[in-house]
């Protein structure tokens, strides 16, 4: 039992020094050398077997694995035999399989080819529904606030209504309302078209204002009117006061003309 060991590793030895030679030396060679032999712990096992047996059957051992070999291949061919439509229904598969994949990688690359034109596509239809949305919003604050813009429209002509009715007052009163408006809503084209359809009526009230001084009216409503004048703000202090002077003097020298023409 003592010298089991030794004589174990002296015939591995053995054994390795005659099969190391006979591999070859290329890499993938020698891997598909090495795959075809057992494991050296079962080699070790067969070995120890083998020699353990009588001389007789060491010699006819060959010829057993030669048997059992033929035995093998027999059974392999039976078992190919009996398979046969599996092979070829996995055969059939196997093409099915590569035949798909193949088509399945022709439309994802057709997929990607059309993945750029798409996100452009999806982009332009992102600002376009933007657009539609902000319209929307307009319309919906419009139709919220239906009432305060037929009344916002409405200013220019009460406006002009005033000033033709000669209630100056109350025309100015709206003058001031639509500027208030447009400086607390600014670039708002329909408050602009407003003010300007105001400031028309405002330069008629300057004309009827100034006809007005041009004519034989009394000291108060002189006042009254220099008063609407200032409140108008189209002239600074020292140019109102000109003004004045000039009207009265137009209306002085027009009562004098009548007065030497009836004299």
């Known amino acids: 039992v003592a010298s089991a060991t030794p004589v174990k590793l002296n015939i591995m030895d053995f054994i390795d020094s005659i099969v190391e030679p006979l591999q070859p030396s290329n890499a993938v060679h020698a891997q598909t050398w090495a795959d075809a032999y057992m494991q050296r712990e079962e080699q070790e096992k067969y070995l120890l077997n083998l020699l353990a047996n009588p001389l007789e059957r060491v010699i006819s051992e060959p010829h057993r694995l030669e048997i059992e070999g033929n035995k093998i291949k027999k059974e392999i061919e039976s078992h190919a035999v009996e398979n046969y439509s599996s092979f070829l229904q996995s055969a059939v598969c196997v093409r099915h399989v590569r035949e798909d994949l193949e088509r399945s990688g022709r439309l994802l690359h057709e997929i990607a080819a059309r993945v ?11 600002v ?22 037929l009344d916002l429209l409405e200013v220019a002509q009460l406006v002009d209504a005033s000033v033709r009715n000669e209630y100056y007052d109350e025309a100015l009163e709206l003058s001031a309302f639509a500027r208030r408006i447009q400086a607390r809503h600014p670039g708002v084209r329909v408050l602009e078209e407003v003010c300007a359809s105001v400031a028309a009526s405002e330069r008629a009230m300057l004309s009827r204002l100034l006809h ?16 609407l004048l200032r409140r108008l703000g189209t002239h600074s202090e020292d140019s ?18 009548q007065a030497t023409g009836t004299g």
Not at 116 to 126: D, R
Not at 212 to 223: E, H, V
């Open 116 to 126: 750029p034109p798409l996100v452009t596509s999806a982009g332009e239809a992102s």
């Open 212 to 227: 007005k001084l041009r004519s034989n009216i009394q000291l108060p409503a002189c006042l009254q009117v220099i008063g």
């Open 128 to 149: 376009s529904a933007a657009t539609v949305e902000a319209g929307r919003h307009g319309v919906r604050t419009a139709l919220r606030v239906h009432g305060q813009l």
């Open 240 to 257: 109102l006061r000109r003004t004045f002077l000039d009207c009265r003097d137009a209306w002085l020298q027009a009562a004098i003309d």
